[in-house]
């Protein structure tokens, strides 16, 4: 019996080559991850092409694009040079780490899984977490990714994702804007303060403002940033008053650098994502991530209610915390 021949399979030096090309963009960036030269990334490429019979990438002005056969193939053999290093670390058994590579907003990553990722790293010794926070969606096709947290809607073609908590957001201010001039009485009163803003989500006022029965009020002034935690920074700095969540306010509410001057809450048509490819979620390292954060969010969630149902009224205290704010203190 004859076996099966792979007549059509390039070497796997010239693929990881390709790999690494196609995900920089960059022939330069791919031979310094190589350890190679760029002109041996260029040969490599140039050959690869020609036993392909036709180009992978568009040389232009300023840099390279992927043709779109180019992008199709890297789609693949980026997929199957995973599956080899998964199988390869399998079969070893020899007790080799697994990185477990993680693409996340920097505000949640900071504020919400970090301080939580040890328990992670107990559990699971043999994983080494690699984590990119950035603003931008990871690509799955092309970067090296195994998890994102996305923030948005949902669901993403091609990709399994599972969102983490529904989300309601609320206004926050520093402790003395409360009591300050003007002050924060009563929802009506942001009309004479400034509106922080965090570009991704420019429907947050207007669904805050409908829930409070004040669709058409206007801010005193608006100042934009392009990151959330630069927004409840300006926020402690005093420049203004944010809207925001658990997730990303929880710690500056109990460190008291941050209040809640009102009750009130509005529940956001977007929130955080699990994300993977969906043939990875069989993955040790990636199932062991998915239920862990899973476990860690119900958890969290349930504290947070617990708390919520044994505390007085939010703006009352508020207010009592107010009073006892060093910022107060010192006027």
Aim: glycine share 6%; with cysteine; aromatic share 8%.
């Amino acid at each position: 019996m004859t076996g099966r021949r792979y007549t059509h399979l390039p070497s796997l030096a010239a693929l990881r080559v390709f790999e690494a090309a196609g995900r920089h963009l960059s022939f330069t960036n791919a031979a310094a991850e190589l350890y190679v030269t760029t002109s041996a990334v260029s040969r490599q490429i140039r050959a690869l092409e020609e036993e392909l019979g036709r180009p992978l990438f568009e040389r232009r002005a300023r840099g390279l694009a992927l043709t779109k056969e180019g992008a199709a193939f890297l789609a693949e053999v980026g997929e199957a040079l995973r599956r080899l290093d998964r199988a390869s670390a399998a079969f070893r058994g020899d007790g080799s780490r697994r990185t477990l590579r993680l693409s996340m907003l920097a505000s949640f990553a900071g504020n919400w899984l970090v301080p939580r990722l040890p328990v992670f790293e107990r559990a699971h010794p043999g994983i080494d977490v690699a984590m990119e926070a950035t603003t931008r969606y990871a690509d799955f096709a092309r970067d090296p990714v195994d998890v994102a947290i996305r923030f948005g809607t949902g669901p993403w073609e091609g990709l399994h994702s599972e969102a983490l908590f529904p989300l309601e957001f609320y206004v926050v201010c520093r402790p003395d804007c409360v009591r300050g001039t003007p002050p924060l009485r009563k929802p009506a009163d942001l009309a004479h303060h400034t509106w922080l803003e965090e570009v991704h989500i420019p429907d947050a006022w207007p669904l805050w403002l409908a829930a409070a029965g004040l669709p058409k009020l206007e801010p005193a002034r608006r100042l934009t940033y392009d990151h959330a935690q630069l927004m409840l920074d300006a926020a402690m700095a005093g420049q203004g008053v944010a809207l925001t969540s658990d997730v990303i306010a929880e710690r500056a509410l109990r460190e008291r650098r941050l209040v809640r001057p009102f009750a009130i809450t509005a529940t956001a048509p977007w929130t955080y994502h699990l994300v993977m490819r969906p043939d990875e979620r069989r993955d040790p390292a990636v199932a062991a991530f998915r239920d862990w954060i899973v476990a860690e969010v119900a958890a969290w969630r349930a504290r947070s209610l617990a708390i919520a149902k044994q505390s007085p009224a939010i703006a009352k205290r508020s207010r009592a915390i107010e009073k006892r704010s060093p910022a107060r203190a010192r006027r």
